[in-house]
């Protein structure tokens, strides 16, 4: 397998997984939260990824995440599975419950906290490839992994036969280049910015798209890419000058939450545009009044309408 294995291009956003007051799963929200996906137009939608707060759900929570996004999108976008986990047997568990669900590929991080080695790193991924049902997306995550994967172990790593894609998230811009220059004919590559430069890449076939966070700007961000299919530059430049203004109003140059964590800022977001964000699970906590205020603003600077900033959980 490799890039041409799979379609993957555009923008996936990583949704964030709705939760009660109480810190129960929000099935209802969750099925309209998937279905205003579908009709923003999204290319595709990864699951249970570290904005959808993978780590703090159970095997039986994910099983039904996974089952309403099948239900619901398969066989309209790409569905991608987040399936991190500190070992290979757990990851491959998650995988098999997606594919049980529709889904089209899975998204793996190399396992947080442990700051394995390249070679720790490459073991992993490559018993997850032996058994995995789907193809899989490597994940260059930094602020969760404490690993930023270099370009000659992403190159390793892009010889397993299953492997077709890569969203690489490091903050690196000459490493980001140089892998897309080695690995753009093996992999689809994914996390470009949504400016010139990305453009760019895009343009000349050295990137496939973006695995965005939350899409609080709904169509704006697929159509950002389809004004590129189109050869509407200037329209592409106003949208991604749009997904700009959220990235640096709200994350720091790291991809890391500027006044509270990505997932509490993102679900701020959606409440505030009247969908189903919600709570965060502890040990995260919920944005205070200056952080909802800040993502308020914001919303309000790109022209939509937004609820009292005091209705925010």
């Known amino acids: 397998m490799d890039r041409t294995s799979v379609d993957w291009k555009g923008y996936f956003p990583a949704l964030t997984t709705p939760f009660h007051p109480d810190g129960s799963l929000d099935l209802e929200g969750w099925?309209?939260?998937l279905r205003w996906m579908g009709d923003q137009r999204m290319h595709g939608v990864v699951v249970a990824g570290t904005t959808g707060e993978w780590f703090s759900l159970s095997d039986r929570e994910l099983a039904a995440l996974f089952r309403r996004a099948g239900e619901i999108l398969a066989g309209r976008v790409t569905l991608i599975a987040g399936v991190n986990s500190f070992h290979a047997q757990t990851?491959?568990?998650?995988a098999r419950l997606a594919?049980?669900?529709g889904f089209d590929g899975l998204l793996l991080?190399?396992?947080p906290y442990v700051k394995p080695s390249a070679r720790e790193i490459a073991v992993f991924y490559a018993d997850v490839a032996a058994a995995a049902p789907l193809p899989i997306c490597l994940y260059n995550w930094p602020p969760g992994t404490h690993v930023d994967m270099?370009?000659?172990l992403l190159a390793d790593l892009a010889?397993?036969?299953t492997v077709v894609a890569l969203k690489n998230s490091t903050p690196h811009w000459d490493r980001f280049l140089t892998t897309v220059e080695r690995l753009h004919t093996r992999l689809r590559l994914f996390g470009i910015p949504t400016n010139d430069e990305g453009i760019a890449l895009f343009q000349a076939g050295k990137a496939d798209g973006l695995m965005g966070a939350g899409a609080v700007l709904g169509s704006d961000h697929p159509d950002f890419f389809d004004a590129i299919w189109d050869g509407d530059i200037e329209r592409a430049r106003r949208l991604g000058q749009r997904d700009?203004?959220?990235m640096t109003d709200w994350f720091t140059p790291g991809f890391t939450g500027r006044f509270g964590s990505a997932q509490a800022i993102l679900k701020t977001a959606l409440d505030l545009r009247g969908l189903p964000g919600g709570p965060v699970r502890r040990p995260l906590l919920d944005l205070d009044r200056a952080g909802r205020d800040a993502v308020r603003r914001t919303l309000v600077d790109l022209g939509l309408p937004v609820a009292d900033a005091d209705a925010t959980p």
């Open 91 to 94: 990851s491959l568990a998650k």
């Open 244 to 246: 700009r203004k959220l």
């Open 150 to 152: 270099t370009p000659d």
């Open 159 to 161: 010889e397993i036969d």
């Open 31 to 33: 099925t309209r939260l």
């Open 99 to 101: 594919a049980d669900s």
């Open 109 to 111: 991080t190399p396992p």
